[in-house]
């Protein structure tokens, strides 16, 4: 139990879907992140949040649309996503950000696929 | 582009022995981390070395930087089956307001009992 929880754990949609990705952090932690795993690609980071403000946003499509209502939550809106954007999406949450950016704990991912 | 970089890509060995990664990466940094995730599992923290240390050690886990030649080793003795997973590690690059932390693409450890 890292403290960070993902739900759902497996999702499966079509391309004209809308659904959304939950991630909640039970740590106390000030920033919160979304990271997309591929097969055989590296870890692409998506977003960062620091107190609930967007300060990254890793030039990523405009149908993943995330959402940080206060600094326990952040959700990941999906829709008319791609076959090509099926993958493991990590929430992740750190006690600050910025340089001296820290450990970051990682929930146990949302595994996407997209038909 | 990526900032750290492992090498070897993937790293079979048996169990006892130690197992060496490597990571190399482009920038100044403030910290370098390395995290362990088990197959389509979230990413677990192993250790963090900062740019003003050169060595840290946590039970069987050894972690060596140098910043002049921007690079990092983890060294993982007397490895057992379950030590079997992907390595990563992963930096903040500067400078940087957003925390940007960016993994290389991993090393695959398999350890055969």
């Known amino acids: 139990e890292t403290g960070v929880t993902q739900t759902p754990r497996h999702l499966v949609m079509g391309m004209t879907n809308k659904k959304s990705l939950k991630c909640e952090q039970h740590?106390?932690?000030?920033?919160m992140y979304w990271y997309k795993q591929s097969a055989k690609k590296p870890l692409e980071l998506m977003f960062v949040?620091?107190?609930?403000?967007?300060?990254e946003n890793n030039s990523v499509p405009s149908r993943f649309s995330p959402e940080c209502p206060n600094s326990s939550h952040l959700f990941l809106h999906l829709h008319t996503l791609q076959p090509e954007d099926s993958a493991l999406y990590l929430c992740a949450s750190s006690q600050r950000t910025g340089e001296g950016t820290g450990e970051l704990f990682f929930g146990e991912g949302s595994r996407l696929t997209v038909l | 582009s990526q900032q750290g970089e492992e090498d070897p890509q993937a790293l079979s060995i048996q169990e006892g022995e130690n197992a060496t990664m490597n990571c190399s990466y482009k920038t100044s940094i403030n910290n370098l981390q390395w995290y362990r995730q088990n197959s389509g599992r979230g990413l677990v923290h192993l250790i963090l070395?900062?740019?003003?240390?050169r060595e840290k050690h946590s039970g069987r886990l050894r972690v060596t930087l140098d910043t002049s030649k921007k690079s990092s080793s983890l060294l993982i003795t007397a490895s057992r089956a379950a030590d079997t997973a992907s390595y990563f590690c992963?930096?903040?690059?500067?400078?940087?307001?957003?925390?940007?932390?960016?993994f290389g693409q991993g090393t695959t450890l398999q350890v055969k009992p």
């Open positions: 992963a930096t903040v690059s500067l400078p940087s307001n957003t925390g940007k932390l960016i």
């Open positions: 070395i900062r740019s003003n240390e």
């Open positions: 949040y620091n107190f609930k403000e967007q300060t």
């Open positions: 740590l106390g932690h000030n920033a």
